[in-house]
C-alpha cells in the first residue's frame, strides 16, 4: 500500500522555520522525483518545490527561492522541506507528492500557518 505521510507542520511567527517531513512508503522511493506542493485559502495548488530521484536537482518557485530548501535520504525514504524566514503569505496546506512516469502520489497533506 502506497503511503506518503507528511508531519512538521503547525503555527509559526513570521521570520520563523519549520522543517516539513514526509515518509514514503509501498513503492521504490529512490525511483521517483518528489515535490512540495501547497494550497492556500481560496487558492490553487502551487508547485512550491522538486528534487530529482537521486537528489541531484533542485527547483523552486520565485516566491520562495532563497528561504525554502528541499532535500531528501533516500536510506530513510524521506523528503524534507526546511523553510526559513517565513511569511504570512507561505500560509497553507503543504502536500508531498512522488512523481515517475504515468505514476503519482500524494500525502493527505500538513497544515503551516504562520502569523503573529
Known amino acids: 500500500q502506497v503511503q506518503l505521510v507528511e508531519s512538521g507542520g503547525g503555527l509559526v511567527q513570521p521570520g520563523g522555520s519549520l522543517r516539513l517531513s514526509c515518509v514514503a512508503s509501498?513503492?521504490?522511493?529512490?525511483?521517483?522525483?518528489m515535490r512540495w506542493y501547497r494550497q492556500a485559502p481560496g487558492k490553487g495548488r502551487e508547485l512550491a518545490a522538486a528534487?530529482?530521484?537521486?537528489?541531484?536537482?533542485?527547483n523552486y518557485v520565485d516566491s520562495v527561492k532563497g528561504r525554502f530548501t528541499i532535500s531528501r535520504d533516500n536510506n530513510k525514504n524521506t523528503v524534507y522541506l526546511q523553510m526559513n524566514n517565513l511569511k504570512p503569505e507561505d500560509t497553507a496546506v503543504y502536500f508531498c507528492?512522488?512523481?515517475?512516469?504515468?505514476?503519482?502520489?500524494w500525502g493527505q497533506g500538513t497544515q503551516v500557518t504562520v502569523s503573529s
Open positions: 509501498g513503492f521504490t522511493f529512490s525511483n521517483y522525483g
Open positions: 507528492n512522488a512523481h515517475r512516469l504515468w505514476a503519482e502520489y
Open positions: 528534487i530529482t530521484s537521486a537528489g541531484g536537482s533542485t
